[in-house]
Nanobody, 113 residues
């Protein structure tokens, strides 16, 4: 079964950090680019970060550049999103996706004091 499963979300204070994980099963993540998105009610989905299938090519939304880092461990068939200096406006459901393959169910991130 082709699947992506996210974990690592939670409640954090402003300025805090979280690391989200995205574990792939049923296919080799190393063959595909991977995207992290976030969505909040009433807003359009936002592409937060993306990483190419090979090499270290990455892109970030302006709103997270310098604070978030996307990475992958192909040996573990897993991708990560390290989120530092979190702000209240980063609160959202974060999910990972591989274009034309599948997307995960998402993990909730809340940022509040």
């Amino acid at each position: 079964q082709v699947q992506l499963v996210e974990s690592g979300g939670g409640l954090v204070q402003p300025g805090g950090s979280l690391r989200l994980s995205c574990v792939a099963s049923g296919f080799s993540l190393s063959s595909y680019a991977l995207n992290w998105y976030r969505q909040t009610p009433g807003k359009e989905r936002e592409l937060v970060a993306a990483i190419a299938s090979f090499g270290d090519n990455t892109i970030y939304a302006d709103s997270v550049r310098g604070r978030f880092t996307i990475s992958r461990d192909n040996a573990k068939n897993t991708a990560y999103l390290q989120m530092n200096n979190l702000k209240p406006e980063d609160a959202a459901v974060y999910y990972c996706a591989v274009a034309r393959i599948t997307r995960g169910q998402g993990t909730q991130v809340a940022v509040s004091s």
